[in-house]
């Protein structure tokens, strides 16, 4: 969720967007739920998503982290500590 940054750094331009009814009422029903102060922020943050996509991860490296989990609730792994350690033994 974004807090707007952007009206800080430059003035803001209203435009005037056509939606389906139906779509409105489920902005109107979201909006709010997912903490927005008003229907604008939740649209402008809509947008910014549109034109700069958020990273999502690949099925592949889900996978991968799934068993990397899997493997940390099996105490198959060591903290990054631990291994500095274990390095620092070895090359001594």
Same mark, same amino acid.
């Given at each position: 969720?974004?807090?707007?940054? =952007?009206?800080?750094?430059?003035?803001?331009? *209203?435009?005037? &967007?056509? &939606? /389906? /009814?139906?779509?409105?009422? *489920?902005?109107?029903?979201?909006?709010? *739920?997912? $903490?927005?102060?008003? *229907?604008?922020?939740?649209?402008?943050?809509?947008?910014? =998503? #549109? &034109?700069? /996509? /958020?990273?999502?991860?690949?099925?592949? #490296?889900?996978?991968?982290?799934?068993?990397?989990?899997?493997?940390?609730?099996? $105490?198959?792994?060591?903290?990054?500590?631990?291994?500095?350690?274990?390095?620092?033994?070895?090359?001594?």
């Amino acid at each position: 969720m974004s807090a707007d940054t =952007d009206r800080s750094s430059e003035e803001m331009e *209203k435009i005037n &967007v056509r &939606v /389906p /009814p139906t779509l409105l009422a *489920k902005i109107d029903e979201t909006w709010e *739920k997912r $903490g927005y102060t008003n *229907k604008s922020e939740f649209i402008r943050d809509a947008l910014r =998503d #549109a &034109v700069n /996509p /958020p990273t999502t991860l690949s099925e592949e #490296a889900l996978e991968h982290l799934l068993e990397s989990r899997e493997q940390r609730e099996r $105490g198959e792994t060591v903290s990054h500590d631990d291994l500095r350690d274990r390095l620092n033994d070895e090359t001594r």
